[in-house]
């Protein structure tokens, strides 16, 4: 088994991943608040959080992944008041589209998917715990908090100027800055109009960090007092969400609660963070209305590396479309003429270099330029590269295995038809819709199809 060294964000450091268990590991991935489609920042985190599944299976690792849906918050409920609605009703929907969106992407499935609103029990058992144990404690509004001057190590992960914590404070909504370090909530007592649970301790509903917790040690052994060995999300959790979660859950085992912490960046536009609070948010069906594909906004992710920012531009995404076209263009030619032929050497040296590279802390970037190295190795047969970029693309999850099955249609179409194609795209390229529009009708009435695969638009027969 070769070395995978990950950026922990516990020590600050690059370190080589060492799991509890031989060739297994167990890794929690902050999900979705689903009270809206996701946003393509979101959307970045989970394409790195896949790299990071992708890349210890590639390892030989067996990966048990838990991603949360977060089913009941403080948003949600705004939105639910706001609309008249159930908060199952905003939910639900939200879901289902939460999981095309990881299709279309080609995101693995992680293992389990578990929602907040099915561990109220494992909620309150914690929060009865750390009561117990003098971590928590009934603030006057009702509600019941974490008391951080308990908890010794409060700030470790997010490295907090303990100046900045204000004693004897506390706050009710889940999301504050590090210039606001108070004791946080656990358990939010009961408002008119709010969806609510019973419990010991009265009518309520669970804080945001605890239901982390709680999924996470009832699925990944914590309930046991076993540490788990990766928990990611992007930068914004880490105050206080992830800070938040390790004090709650090493104060209830007294266990170390996590060994690695992975933070992706985030994506940004002009150069600020994309968040629905600023308005300035995309989602997937906006990149697919733009005629790009879903795959096309996955390679662009790839080309940079995951604790970077990105600044999204629709310039970006196009250039990212084209590449990805010629990759499957490439594909497709050789699909038509190549058998696997084995050429040990070759191959080997190509492997390593790709496996040293992901394993460098994900670094995608550097992958995706060996790739392309392949497509343009003279000296290699197309055999050669067809085995070599169908073994990278486990990692880099560019659906490259699903192409064969367009081989037949894609070719034989007239220059004619081809050329009518380039000028439409040049046409939306412009955001000229509407003659794009007519082009697109002409094609059609010549007996041809355009359609929107995961290679960008692609001319068919009909
Ligand atoms: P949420 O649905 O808001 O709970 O966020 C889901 C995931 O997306 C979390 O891991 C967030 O940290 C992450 N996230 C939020 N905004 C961005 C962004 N602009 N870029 C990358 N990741 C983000
Ligand atoms: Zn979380």
Not at 255 to 265: M, P
Not at 393 to 406: A, H, P, Q, R, S
Request: proline share 3%; hydrophobic share 35%; net charge positive.
């Amino acid at each position: 088994m070769k070395t995978v060294k990950l950026y922990n964000f516990l020590t600050r450091k690059k370190q080589t991943f060492k799991p509890i268990r031989k060739n297994r590991v167990n890794f929690y991935a902050c999900g979705p608040t689903v009270y809206w489609h996701a946003h393509i920042g979101n959307l970045r985190t989970y394409i790195f959080e896949d790299i990071l599944r992708r890349t210890l299976k590639y390892n030989g690792y067996k990966v048990k992944q838990i991603m949360n849906i977060t089913d009941v918050e403080d948003k949600i409920i705004r939105k639910a008041k706001k609309e008249k609605k159930k908060i199952h009703e905003i939910t639900e929907p939200y879901t289902k589209i939460f999981f095309e969106d990881l299709k279309k992407l080609n995101i693995e499935k992680a293992e389990q998917y578990p929602k907040a609103t099915k561990h109220i029990k494992e909620i309150i058992n914690i929060i009865k715990k750390l009561l117990k144990k003098g971590f928590a404690y009934k603030g006057k509004d009702n509600s019941i908090y974490f008391d951080i001057s308990k908890f010794k190590n409060y700030g470790k992960l997010s490295r907090l100027n303990k100046k900045n914590i204000k004693i004897g404070a506390r706050i009710e909504a889940d999301e504050y800055n590090k210039e606001n370090i108070q004791d946080f909530v656990l358990w939010k007592s009961k408002k008119p109009g709010e969806p609510s649970w019973s419990s010991p301790f009265g009518n309520g509903r669970p804080g945001w960090h605890i239901e982390c917790s709680a999924m996470s040690m009832k699925h990944l052994g914590g309930e046991q007092g076993r540490t788990i060995d990766i928990h990611s999300g992007a930068i914004d959790l880490l105050f206080p969400h992830h800070e938040n979660e390790i004090a709650q859950s090493e104060a209830t085992t007294g266990k170390k609660f996590v060994n690695y912490w992975i933070e992706g960046e985030h994506l940004l536009v002009n150069e600020q963070k994309m968040s629905k609070s600023l308005g300035n948010i995309y989602t997937l069906r906006d990149v697919e209305k733009n005629s790009f594909s879903p795959l096309a906004f996955r390679y662009l992710i790839l080309t940079s590396h995951y604790r970077s920012k990105l600044n999204f531009t629709w310039k970006s995404i196009k250039a990212a479309q084209s590449a990805l076209n010629n990759i499957y263009e490439f594909i497709q030619d050789i699909n038509r003429e190549a058998k696997i032929v084995k050429n040990p050497k070759i191959i080997k040296i190509y492997e390593n270099n790709f496996l040293t590279s992901i394993n460098d802390d994900l670094n995608t970037s550097k992958a995706l330029a060996i790739f392309w190295k392949v497509i343009k190795d003279k000296n290699i047969s197309s055999s050669t590269k067809k085995q070599l970029l169908l073994e990278f693309d486990k990692v880099l999850g560019l659906g490259l295995n699903k192409i064969k099955k367009t081989e037949n249609k894609i070719d034989k179409i007239p220059q004619k038809i081809k050329d009518l194609a380039g000028q439409r795209e040049k046409l939306r390229a412009n955001k000229q819709f509407v003659p794009a529009d007519s082009l697109r009708k002409k094609i059609e009435s010549l007996g041809y199809k355009l359609e929107d695969t995961a290679a960008g638009s692609t001319v068919l027969r009909k």
